[in-house]
Structures are given as structure tokens and as C-alpha cells.
């Protein structure tokens, strides 16, 4: 059985996933604008519980999405592959979306003015999102639409701006249904979180003498 972490929006979940059935055993859901790290845990706890002798792997989300939930749930992977000795593996969060079709657009604040626009075909991520001025969004979503490709979004603020956005989040049973017969890696994997820029990183000031 795989274990999924998918906590890069606000709606984040958990999964047990069976490799034999193709199917969600167990799954945990909860809701938090920022502090995934104070929820996560007993969910994680109630799942190593349950399902220890039978865990044969960890998939996460890797984002983009929420900085803190998507770093705790690697701290989370990496922590219990090495205490347990499984295998870990990551994915885009924009691939397992909680989406019916299995191509579609996932549009979201970007702050700064920006809304970025992530196309998946096939449940693979076609290259970076594109950060899009606001301004511009709609000269720019005008030949995706076209194509009949369905915007779906985590943030409530873009629905104000794009009103058929539908209101959604990526999933655990979704990610880990993307790695149901897929095999880990041999030796270690280092999960990176997937950011839309670069972390704004700012230093002190020198001190006047």
C-alpha cells in the first residue's frame, strides 16, 4: 500500500492507497489557512497505526501551493521513510488535481498581481505555469479555452476574476491513484518543493557605526 500526502492547498488529504485493488482504503481530509503543521499529525499518527506492516511506500505533493503545508508534508515523507524504511516519491500537485477530466488548466493568485496558469494534458504538467498579469488573463486564457480545457482553481479571489473557475484542490487519492503501479526509486530521493519564483529572500541591514 502506498501512503499519499497532499497538503499544498488548504484543503489538504491524506490516502492509504491499495496497489492489489486500485483503491482508496483510508483517507484523512482537513482544512487550515496556514498551519498544516498543527493538524497534520494525528491523521499520520491514527495511518502509521493502522496500516504500518502493510505500508510499502510515500508519495507527496510537491506544489506549487501553500509554502509551509508543502514543506511540512516532505518533512512528514522524509521523516517516516527513514524511521520506517520506505521508499519515497514526489509529484507536481497540479497532476493530481480533484478533477473528472484528465486534461485541464489550474489557474491561482500568484500575488504580486499575477495569476498563474498551469496546463496538464493526460495528467502530466506541460512545462512551468505562467505567471500572468491580472491585467492580461484573459488575452491570455483566450486560445486555451478554445481548446475546451476547464479552469479549475484552490483560490476563491480568482473566481472573482474568472467566474468559471471551479473552486477545487488536488487530492491524495489522486496522487497516489498517479503512482498506484508505478516503482520507487532504488536509494535515496530528495524531494524539492515546486515554487512558482524563486524564495524572496531578504538580508539585514548593515548596522550604522
Known amino acids: 500500500m502506498i501512503l499519499a500526502l497532499e497538503t499544498s492547498t488548504r484543503n489538504a ?59 511540512v508534508a516532505i518533512a512528514v515523507a522524509n521523516g517516516l521513510g ?6 519515497v516519491a514526489g509529484r507536481s500537485s497540479l497532476e493530481a488535481w ?9 489557474v491561482g493568485d500568484a500575488r504580486r498581481g499575477t495569476i498563474f496558469v498551469a496546463e496538464v494534458l493526460d495528467r502530466k504538467l ?13 488575452n491570455y486564457l483566450a486560445p486555451l479555452r478554445k481548446r475546451g480545457l476547464l479552469l479549475h482553481t484552490p483560490d476563491p479571489k480568482v473566481t472573482e476574476v474568472l467566474p468559471e473557475a471551479r473552486l477545487s ?11 498506484g503501479k508505478a516503482d520507487f526509486e532504488s536509494g535515496p530521493v530528495i524531494l524539492e518543493p515546486h515554487y512558482l519564483r524563486a524564495p524572496f529572500i531578504t538580508t539585514p541591514k548593515a548596522k550604522a557605526k
Open 98 to 106: 480533484d478533477a473528472a477530466e484528465d486534461s485541464y488548466l489550474v
Open 169 to 179: 484542490s488536488p487530492s491524495a487519492e489522486k496522487l497516489a491513484s498517479l503512482f
Open 13 to 71: 488529504s491524506l490516502g492509504v492507497w491499495d496497489r492489489a485493488t486500485g483503491s482508496l482504503v483510508h483517507e484523512a481530509t482537513f482544512t487550515t489557512e496556514r498551519a498544516h503543521n498543527a493538524v497534520i499529525f494525528g491523521p499520520v499518527e491514527k495511518i502509521v497505526t493502522d496500516y504500518r506492516e502493510q505500508l510499502g511506500g510515500i508519495v507527496v505533493g510537491l506544489g506549487p501551493g501553500s509554502y509551509g503545508g508543502v514543506r
Open 82 to 87: 527513514i524511521a520506517m524504511g520506505l521508499p
Open 126 to 138: 506541460q512545462g512551468e505555469p505562467a505567471l500572468i498579469d491580472a491585467a492580461e488573463i484573459e
